[in-house]
């Protein structure tokens, strides 16, 4: 990747809006353009040097004068980078997922933290029955048959499985997680769910486990937060019990998964397929799954579309700007 963070020498030391305020904004990591052009112009943010003998030199001078961290989901403030921060007093996090970010920290030291809910649920919702379809009727694989002349060749293609009507097992049913629940009940499917607590009036079936919940389903669909708690939630038991005719769609985070069991377990059959979103080293992909058929993989683009980022960097700034103007945070985690 090409670094295109300042040298430490090259970072403003005027610092238009958040001068006014007394705050001085980090940039971390790469943002979205739009927030990005607001961070340098409007705000007069630093950015974070991305490699290492920079990075450590720009936070020797600077960490001590930052006060706001804006962050994507992806990159986050880690347990180093935070304690390198001794002010800091918010974390303004571009996305609906917060876990690369140290929030046990965070909240040890009182450090507010804003997220973007809402605005992202119905693309989310989307890709992941994007994933249902594509991997139950077997979309992508049936794309590349006919682009490899195989229709030509070798007439029909396999048969694939029914995606209306299936028994399907929402990980995790939060606002993502109700979304596609909502729209599989378009699909006729008999909806279940675990989620730390029990939904009360939810009309789906609780279960009181992972394990649980997936061998009472035939796609397993992962909508629980990433962190510490959910890490490794679908394990190897969970793929056994989900059996070799069930499926799992994945477009929460990749560390719910063990990724190694379920590598295991597709590429030995003992489950029929998976449409995945998101991965546990993301971009790194494992290679085994690119050979499977039966494997659908998107390079993290739940929430990808101009409108709903359009929407999450609007959410982003007015955050920003709540907590330059009297701090506090429009969307709290
Ligand atoms: C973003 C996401 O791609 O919101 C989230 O948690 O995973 C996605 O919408 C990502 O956070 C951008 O950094």
């Avoid at 996305?95 to 933290?113: F, L, M, N």
């Avoid at 396999?158 to 995790?172: M, N, Q, T």
């Avoid at 729209?183 to 769910?193: A, D, N, P, S, V």
């Avoid at 993989?297 to 700034?317: C, F, I, Q």
Wanted: glycine share 10%; net charge negative; with cysteine.
């Amino acid at each position: 990747m090409t670094n295109h963070a300042p040298a430490a020498a090259d970072v403003p030391t005027a610092l238009p809006a958040a001068a006014a305020t007394g705050h001085t904004i980090l940039q971390v990591g790469p943002v979205n353009p739009d927030v990005q052009a607001a961070l340098a112009g409007e705000f007069g943010a630093l950015r974070l040097p991305e490699t290492r003998p920079e990075r450590e030199d720009f936070l020797h001078e600077h960490g001590g004068q930052v006060t706001v961290a804006v962050c994507s989901g992806r990159i986050g403030v880690d347990t180093e980078l935070m304690r390198a921060l001794p002010n800091l007093a918010a974390i303004v996090n571009f996305g609906v997922g917060y876990d690369s970010t140290d929030i046990a920290q965070a909240a040890e030291r009182g450090i507010p933290v804003s997220n973007t809910p809402d605005v992202l649920t119905d693309c989310v919702a989307d890709t992941a029955l994007a994933l249902y379809l594509d991997v139950l009727r077997r979309i992508s694989a049936a794309d590349r048959f006919v682009r490899r002349g195989d229709w030509e060749a070798t007439g029909n293609f396999p048969l694939a499985v029914r995606a209306s009507g299936k028994r399907v097992g929402i990980l995790g049913l939060g606002r993502i997680g109700a979304a596609i629940a909502r729209r599989l009940e378009g699909f006729g499917c008999e909806l279940h769910y675990h989620n730390r607590r029990r939904i009360d009036g939810s009309p789906y079936a609780y279960h009181a486990s992972a394990r649980e919940l997936a061998e009472a389903v035939e796609v397993l669909i992962v909508a629980a937060a990433g962190g510490p708690e959910s890490a490794g939630l679908v394990d190897a038991d969970v793929l056994t019990a989900l059996g070799s005719e069930g499926y799992l769609v994945n477009i929460a985070r990749g560390s719910v998964v063990d990724e190694p069991a379920l590598v295991s377990a597709l590429v030995e059959g003992r489950i029929a397929g998976a449409g995945l979103d998101v991965f546990a080293h993301e971009p790194y992909v494992p290679a085994q799954l690119l050979d499977l058929d039966s494997v659908v993989v998107l390079p993290h683009l739940g929430s990808g579309t101009a409108e709903t980022r359009k929407d999450m960097a609007r959410l982003t700034l007015e955050n920003l700007r709540s907590f330059l103007r009297d701090g506090s945070l429009t969307t709290p985690v």
